[in-house]
């Protein structure tokens, strides 16, 4: 079977998977980012599918695909917002602490290890896919969107952040967090696999999708939080985009 798994960006996430729920740990930035990315996808998932927020179980009957989800930290509010989750990951020591976190919690998460084109080739549907912070470690973009555009079901909802490439984010992912801060370890991100807002626009159409909307995702060093921007795209960003 075709698979756009890098192994050694496998390895590099499988030597953490230990750390996936210390907020003070290795994933100490996505703990900090994850309010903010749980803003948009909710959002945009509510948008979509016509859901209020504000309802118990607002998600109730939507099946979501967390793919790259790690340790849950997605994967779980998607639970407890009612819908049906499967949480998929490459690396196989990130499955049993997602598994023991999840029941831990008292939430019922289908977590697996494998991938988009095995579970793709396998015929799974779903409503959204959740497809965050993973293209940059693919070692196939293109080939990538196309199994995560087959998951999708006629009306469905991809949501997919990443990195820019340009001096800004090789000075904040790579020096900032990796070199000086020591957030993740050196070498987490290779900055030349890191896509423009534009280039990623263009890849998912050709994957057979429809982009609707992107956002940037911005650090405040000041305030030491997170906020989505319509402008400022130039680090970390997130899109959407449908399956007409």
Same mark, same amino acid.
């Given at each position: 079977?075709?698979?756009?798994?890098?192994?050694?960006?496998?390895?590099?996430?499988?030597?953490?998977?230990?750390?996936?729920?210390?907020?003070?740990?290795?994933?100490?930035?996505?703990?900090?980012?994850?309010?903010?990315?749980?803003?948009?996808?909710?959002?945009?998932?509510?948008?979509?599918?016509?859901?209020?927020?504000?309802?118990?179980?607002?998600?109730?009957?939507?099946?979501?695909?967390?793919?790259?989800?790690?340790?849950?930290?997605?994967?779980?509010?998607?639970?407890?917002?009612?819908?049906?989750?499967?949480?998929?990951?490459?690396?196989?020591?990130?499955? &049993?602490? %997602?598994? #023991?976190? @999840?029941? $831990?919690?008292? *939430?019922?998460?289908?977590?697996?290890?494998?991938?988009?084109?095995?579970?793709?080739?396998?015929?799974?549907?779903?409503?959204?896919?959740?497809?965050?912070?993973?293209?940059?470690?693919?070692?196939? &973009?293109? %080939?990538? #969107?196309? @199994?995560? $555009?087959?998951? *999708?079901?006629?009306?469905?909802?991809?949501?997919?952040?990443?990195?820019?490439?340009?001096?800004?984010?090789?000075?904040?992912?790579?020096?900032?967090?990796?070199?000086?801060?020591?957030?993740?370890?050196?070498?987490?991100?290779?900055? @030349?696999?890191?896509?423009?807002?534009?280039?990623?626009?263009?890849?998912?159409?050709?994957?057979?999708?429809?982009?609707?909307?992107?956002?940037?995702?911005?650090?405040?060093?000041?305030?030491?939080?997170?906020?989505?921007?319509?402008?400022?795209?130039?680090?970390?960003?997130?899109?959407?985009?449908?399956?007409?």
């Amino acid at each position: 079977m075709i698979t756009t798994i890098d192994p050694g960006e496998v390895a590099k996430f499988e030597a953490m998977a230990a750390e996936w729920w210390d907020p003070s740990g290795k994933f100490k930035p996505l703990h900090q980012m994850n309010p903010c990315r749980l803003h948009y996808i909710t959002s945009q998932i509510s948008a979509e599918f016509d859901r209020n927020l504000t309802q118990p179980l607002p998600f109730a009957g939507l099946r979501i695909l967390d793919i790259g989800c790690g340790g849950g930290l997605l994967s779980e509010p998607m639970a407890r917002l009612g819908a049906e989750v499967v949480g998929a990951d490459a690396a196989p020591r990130n499955i &049993p602490v %997602a598994q #023991l976190h @999840a029941e $831990q919690s008292g *939430l019922t998460i289908d977590y697996r290890n494998t991938t988009a084109e095995a579970l793709a080739e396998a015929g799974e549907q779903f409503d959204v896919v959740l497809n965050m912070e993973v293209v940059e470690h693919v070692a196939d &973009p293109l %080939a990538y #969107l196309t @199994a995560c $555009q087959t998951l *999708l079901k006629p009306g469905g909802l991809m949501i997919c952040s990443t990195l820019n490439r340009n001096a800004k984010s090789f000075a904040m992912a790579i020096v900032g967090a990796e070199w000086v801060m020591r957030w993740l370890p050196k070498g987490t991100h290779d900055w @030349a696999k890191f896509i423009t807002p534009d280039e990623l626009y263009e890849l998912i159409r050709r994957a057979g999708l429809d982009p609707v909307d992107r956002k940037g995702m911005v650090f405040n060093p000041v305030s030491w939080n997170w906020s989505l921007s319509a402008r400022d795209l130039s680090v970390n960003y997130v899109t959407a985009s449908v399956k007409r």
